[in-house]
């Protein structure tokens, strides 16, 4: 699993997905279904806004960018352009990391929340393992912490097998073994990739084998 956007999605405009080059706001995946990132900031209501930027955008500033969104709503209409979404947001965010658009956060948060992508990854985890065969191998690079966060979770989960309380005396050998391991510890780009492939440089990509069926 390659759980990052790919490149031509960000860099074609109308798709809506940067915040470095105007268009609408969509930023659906599939442009034939679902909602608009336009109708989410428009539609929803202060505390989801809020909810979202600080769940999926991990944005310290989420109270104060949706104050300005809701402001904007009801004082000038609409926000339609991505243009609209970073003026907004420039205007409201102080800037301290001048590498870093303050709008980074923002746009991420809204892209997760119209394709859905940690609920996707969540449903396509278990099904991908069960497809293996014993001495399989899952392997997924993720490219931000929320999607690593939920990979390790459903690791650890699975790698759990006897749910008994600690100190119940129990014999080792009637714990079942965990229908998987970890192959090796999670990797990431070296310096040479990253600046070859600057994009690279939040991938984290981790590898588990498929032990048993049970």
Do not use: C, W
């Amino acid at each position: 699993m390659d759980l990052g956007i790919s490149s031509p999605q960000v860099d074609e405009a109308k798709r809506g997905f940067s915040f470095k080059l105007d268009a609408s706001l969509d930023m659906r995946m599939d442009q034939s279904r679902g909602i608009t990132a336009a109708e989410v900031l428009n539609t929803y209501k202060a505390q989801d806004l809020v909810d979202i930027l600080k769940t999926f955008g991990e944005e310290k500033f989420s109270k104060r960018i949706v104050k300005a969104i809701i402001e904007y709503r009801e004082n000038k209409g609409p926000i339609k352009m991505t243009s609209e979404l970073t003026e907004l947001i420039k205007n409201t965010v102080p800037i301290k990391n001048l590498k870093k658009d303050p709008s980074t956060k923002t746009f991420q948060a809204l892209r997760i929340q119209v394709n859905k992508e940690i609920e996707e990854l969540e449903n396509a985890l278990p099904i991908a393992f069960n497809a293996l065969k014993p001495k399989g191998r899952l392997v997924v690079i993720s490219f931000h912490s929320l999607e690593d966060r939920v990979i390790k979770k459903y690791t650890k989960l699975r790698m759990k097998t006897d749910f008994i309380p600690k100190k119940i005396p129990i014999k080792s050998s009637d714990i079942k073994l965990a229908p998987f391991r970890v192959v090796q510890k999670m990797i990431t780009p070296n310096k040479e990739e990253i600046q070859k492939n600057p994009r690279s440089r939040s991938a984290k990509l981790r590898v588990i084998e498929k032990v048993s069926e049970t």
